[in-house]
Each structure stands twice: as C-alpha cells, then as structure tokens.
C-alpha cells in the first residue's frame, strides 16, 4: 500500500487486482457480482481466455458460471506488479500477473449427499489503467489461462 499525501491508502497493483477477484468470486448475490465485475472489466476491455477472444459479456458469464459457490475460497500463490512510467502520478496503472485458485461446493439441492468440490485454477494477467485523473482504476486487457475441474462427489468412508 502506499499513501496519497492528503488522500487516501492507494493499493498497489496486485493488491488491487487481489481484492476485486475476491469481490468476484464471493459475491452471494447478481447484484455484489454485477458490482463487482463493473469495478474491475473496463466497458471496451480485451479479453482473451485459453486463446480464445471473448465479448466483455462472455466473460462476465464466464466468471460468473464460476461463481455462487458453497463455502467459496480464493487463495493467491503469486502476483506481480509493474507500474507504468509515463503519466502515472498516483501510481495507478500497469500491468499484474496474478495466480490463484478458487474452491467451493457446488450446490446440490437434489439430495443429501455431499456436493462436488469445484477448484478453479487460474493465471491472469491484466493491464490496469486509470480512469481519468481520478483514484479509480480498471482492467483495459486481460490475458488469462484457467482450469475448471470438478472433484467427484465422495462418500466419507466408514471407521
């Protein structure tokens, strides 16, 4: 974090781009999601998923098929952040790589037993600007890789 003389806490970077990707996956409702997302994918964004370009609205449904989880969890591993040089006084624009993985339960209202776990790996890289000469930042590109695996639904075995 570093310190606005006379203003706020600015996050850095990837403290940034941390908070809004837990924003996004722990949100329990359409509208915490559409909040969220909002507040990280700029309007014109480009984005590109496992090299494949996609609509900012393909990817909003994407995260968001991600998301809604049972017990929801998202743990970084590693994130990296360069800021950009020119005409970046408050230090808000750059560029972050960002890994981690998301866990929860799937939800099975069909019967008893215990939900699948869903684990979503992910390294995104992202391009962050500022919004005019404001505090606000948002993702301009966005480059990621993910997997999503669904463990099978087990049993506890009986002592």
Do not use: C
């Amino acid at each position: 974090m570093t310190t606005n003389p006379g203003g706020p806490i600015i996050l850095t970077l990837t403290e940034w781009a941390e908070n809004n990707i837990s924003a996004i996956y722990k949100a329990t409702t359409q509208n915490a999601f559409n909040s969220a997302f909002n507040a990280f994918v700029a309007d014109d964004a480009h984005i590109t998923v496992n090299g494949h370009e996609l609509t900012r609205e393909k990817y909003r449904q994407l995260l968001q098929d991600q998301t809604g989880l049972e017990n929801e969890n998202v743990t970084f591993s590693g994130a990296v952040g360069v800021l950009k040089k020119k005409d970046n006084s408050l230090g808000l624009a750059g560029n972050a790589g960002i890994f981690y993985k998301a866990t929860g339960n799937l939800v099975n209202i069909r019967s008893l037993s215990p939900a699948p776990l869903r684990i979503i790996t992910s390294s995104l890289n992202i391009t962050v600007v500022q919004v005019g000469t404001s505090e606000t930042r948002v993702v301009s590109a966005v480059n990621q890789v993910v997997l999503t695996e669904d463990s099978p639904n087990v049993l506890p075995t009986p002592q």
